[in-house]
């Protein structure tokens, strides 16, 4: 089942165009993850990711504005997108930022076989 979510992850990285595709869990754990660039710390990726999480689900809850659906985070040359999957997991890709059009296109995409092969891990 593990080589299920790392061939999804792989499709979701090349569609997307990133450099990251990964599962991570809320604690910043690296559950799986495809990449095309040594360079790129994962774990650092999972524990920013993770109070990316944090901190935007604080803010919706005091807001009264539900759950957070998806995050994005702009830099000069790349974004990284998260979206909360079920439980304490969340999807993160990484992608140049001229490509949002194209991450936010294969995360929908790619959502719904990556949330299946998740839940085939547990």
């Known amino acids: 089942m593990v080589d299920k979510l790392k ?38 990726v999972a524990a920013l990711a993770a109070s990316t999480v944090g901190v935007t689900g ?3 809850a005091e807001l009264n504005r539900g759950s ?19 439980g304490d997991l969340s999807l993160v890709v990484i992608a140049p930022i001229a490509s949002l059009g194209i991450v936010r296109y294969a995360l929908k995409k790619y959502y719904g076989t990556i949330t299946e092969a998740v839940r085939q891990l547990v």
């Open 68 to 86: 957070v659906q998806e995050v994005l985070l702009q830099f000069d040359h790349d974004l990284m997108a998260v979206k909360p999957l079920e």
């Open 7 to 44: 061939d999804q992850l792989e499709r979701l990285l090349s569609a997307s165009q990133g450099s990251v595709a990964a599962v991570v869990g809320n604690e910043g754990t690296v559950i799986q993850a495809a990449s095309n660039d040594a360079s790129v710390d994962l774990e650092a």
């Open 58 to 60: 604080a803010v919706a």
